[in-house]
């Protein structure tokens, strides 16, 4: 596939042309003076746009008339000649106004590099797919009750971009799909930097939701990786979940109020997160989760709630209005985590009256100094074993034959992170063999005889750690 490269000289007011990039620009050509310059020469650009074609936007503020968006209306790219629109230097592009892009009916787009300031919600709509967001800034006007990006076209991708800088209601992050009832399939949210959302209600200003709850029956599929969230104080939940069959991994969310809720939807597997010196923890409602390698600690609020219901569960066909609900949790797996030195630990819910059933409870690590380690309400047919409490705090009511009650000598490594000691009792100390979980928070095999806690012990370095600004946003490798 032959790749061209818009230019426009900017100087002497050139012709628009198309040049032959194979792909990547050459140190030459990255250093010509030549981009579209103005929004006129971009949507032409745009509107002239083939497979492979790469469209670079001249550094400088544009502001984007309200009845003239630039719009990305039937252009298809392909897997491997996606259609490119970047700007000319990381971030040197402001885009300002009511709009940016509107896309519609398109395909393999991607949009990099820009720093977007708009009045309005940037629409990834349903009649798209394939349409990716990379390495862009994203501080959006910060108007009450904007929601900054809502994708609703599968298989897209948002990555390695900054939101931050919202203090009123508004989400920065949601996905969605067409309907009123449907997802976007398998959207994959990589490598952003979410931080600094100040909004003070109680309510309403998450950085990413994962639908609402009319579509919390929906299959997404989305994962969710390596993003790191600071200062994400809108919300109660800065990862919202409420749709099912979604994989939240690896993510890092550090001095936030907000932690990682399956408030609707089934089927969700949370593994491998550090959610640390914050408020909340995981709170989970909805059924057949698994909840496993999370290390919580120094949280002031719930580390890990076991929620209870007002709905036995959601069923297909039921009015909107009654899925706002709390679906009682049932099934769920939760093994292979570490709790340390929160405010409370692991804890129940008694203010609905459905209460969680059949979850196993297996293998976690349990250390605190106040309160009770463990404080369910009500519950049926729980399964406790293998875990390990420690610690000056009370047990609290974890049934007897649940848990042994030793030092797991901890120490704790450059990174922050306290992890088993040579001669630590959590080692092979794990009592399932069923649930699948191969590897250990840090990367490393669990092997069939698995630790407590969401560390396997090793000598060697960890292959994940928690994430800084230097491994997310758009200038991360």
């Known amino acids: 596939m ?34 579209v310059g103005s929004l006129d020469e971009l949507q032409a650009a745009i509107d002239h746009a083939r497979p492979g074609d790469r469209i670079i936007v001249a550094d400088g503020r544009y502001t984007v008339p309200s009845d003239r968006p630039v719009t990305i209306r039937n252009k298809q790219g392909t897997e491997r000649a996606p259609v490119t629109v970047v700007a000319q230097s990381r971030g040197g592009v402001v885009l300002d106004g009511a709009h940016s892009f509107v896309f519609d009916r398109s395909s393999h787009i991607t949009v990099s590099g820009f720093s977007f300031r708009q009045s309005s919600t940037l629409e990834i709509p349903e009649t798209c797919s394939h349409i990716r967001l990379t390495r862009n800034d994203f501080q959006l006007a910060d108007i009450e009750g904007v929601h900054w990006v809502m994708v609703r076209a599968d298989d897209s991708s948002v990555d390695h971009n900054h939101f931050h800088g919202k203090s009123t209601l508004g989400i920065y992050l949601g996905v969605e799909g067409a309907g009123t009832e449907e997802m976007a399939q398998r959207v994959h949210i990589h490598r952003n930097y979410f931080s600094d959302h100040s909004f003070t209600g109680d309510n309403g200003g998450e950085p990413i939701r994962l639908g609402v709850s009319p579509r919390a029956l929906s299959s997404a599929h989305a994962v969710v990786e390596y993003n790191l969230f600071e200062r994400a104080n809108g919300d109660p939940e800065a990862i919202s979940v409420k749709s099912s069959d979604n994989v939240i991994r690896y993510n890092t969310i550090r001095d936030s109020f907000g932690g990682i809720v399956l408030r609707h939807g089934n089927r969700n597997r949370v593994d491998g997160n550090h959610l640390v010196s914050g408020t909340e923890g995981l709170r989970i409602y909805g059924n057949d989760h698994l909840i496993v390698n999370n290390y919580l600690a120094g949280l002031s609020g719930r580390a890990l709630v076991i929620g209870s219901g007002s709905e036995r569960d959601h069923l297909p066909g039921e009015p909107a209005a009654e899925r706002r609900g709390n679906d009682a949790p049932d099934r769920v797996v939760i093994a292979y985590n570490t709790l340390l030195n929160n405010g409370q630990t692991l804890s129940g819910e008694s203010q609905r009256p459905h209460e969680p059933r059949d979850v196993t409870v297996a293998d976690n ?36 034959g649940g848990y042994t009650r030793i030092d797991p000598k901890l120490l704790t490594g450059p990174d922050g992170i306290a992890r088993p000691a040579p001669d630590s009792p959590v080692i092979d100390a794990g009592t399932l063999r069923w649930p699948p979980v191969t590897h250990d928070i840090d990367g490393d095999p669990r092997g069939r005889a698995r630790d407590v806690g969401a560390d396997e012990y090793t000598n060697r370095p960890p292959r994940r750690r928690p994430l800084t600004p230097a491994d997310v946003g758009p200038y991360a490798r």
């Open 365 to 400: 690590l349990l250390v605190a100094d106040s309160g009770e380690l463990v404080a369910m309400a009500n519950t049926v047919r729980f399964t406790w074993s293998g875990n390990i409490l420690w610690g000056a705090a009370a047990d609290g009511n974890i049934p007897a």
């Open 2 to 35: 032959q790749r061209r490269t818009f230019l426009m000289g900017t100087a002497a007011g050139a012709a628009l042309v198309a040049v032959p990039t194979d792909g990547l620009l050459t140190a030459s050509a990255t250093a010509a003076p030549a981009a």
